[in-house]
């Protein structure tokens, strides 16, 4: 093994990915899968998450654990960590990639509801679960927490606020995580900008509005979630071990 495969080698780790039966949740689980870590595949939908964790161990050959929950939802959340602590005695990693931006046309539509809809799932959940499964990680020695962001959180637009103002406090809780949880337990920021996902079709069903957006962008082109992935280990790894509380972004050179 040469010193790179080392640095990035997460053989003997648990790691848990919410969001990740699909998008770029899904590419991160089989990453970690594939430099040697056992995954939970954790999302609402238990049928989703069980099929991606099938194909993870048949490719991989590593352990895969489905886990239907709500991220949103406070009370659902001790029960995902207790089980990944039943089924592998450990967690790791944990990303918390599980987000959404609900599609509306004038921000006079935007409900109660809706809105705390999404700072449950991009804030509220995070928080809860990184706490939750940080205090466990600190306890054991050591683990790492990465936080899926957007650059809509530096970048508002319009069709985008309460989301980008969620994913704006979740950057807040990167930073306060860090140094509470410190120095075993390391926090950071994944910032992503445009990736062509479930997600951003759903805002821009024609192609060319999805590429228009990135047009200013220095590669001016739409993401493809395995370009994630690179990233994602870094900060997952002990290729990131002196890194602690810090944003990375990885949006194609975003302006």
Known sequence: ?????????????????????????????FGAARCGADVVVASRKYDACAAVSTEIEKETGRAALPYAV????????????????????????LVNNAGMSPVYDDLTEVTEKMFDAVVGLNLKGPFRLSVLAGARMAEAGGGTIVNVSSTGSVRPRPAI???????????????????????????????????????????????????????AHALQRIGDPREVVGAALYLMSDASSYTSGATLRVDGGMP
């Open 1 to 29: 093994m040469g010193y790179a495969d080392e640095l990035f080698d997460l053989s003997g780790r648990v790691v848990l990915v919410t969001g990740g039966s699909r998008g770029l949740g899904r590419a991160m689980a």
């Open 161 to 215: 606020v309460p989301y980008a103002a969620a994913k704006a406090g979740l950057n807040a809780v990167t930073e306060g995580l860090a140094q509470a949880l410190g120095p075993a337990v390391r926090v950071n920021t994944l910032m992503c900008g445009p990736f062509d996902t479930w997600a951003t079709r759903g805002w821009q069903q024609d192609p060319e509005q999805l590429t228009e957006g990135v047009r």
């Open 70 to 93: 709500h991220l949103g939802r406070w009370d659902e959340l001790p029960g995902l960590v207790d089980a990944v602590h039943a089924r592998f005695g450990r967690l790791d990693v």
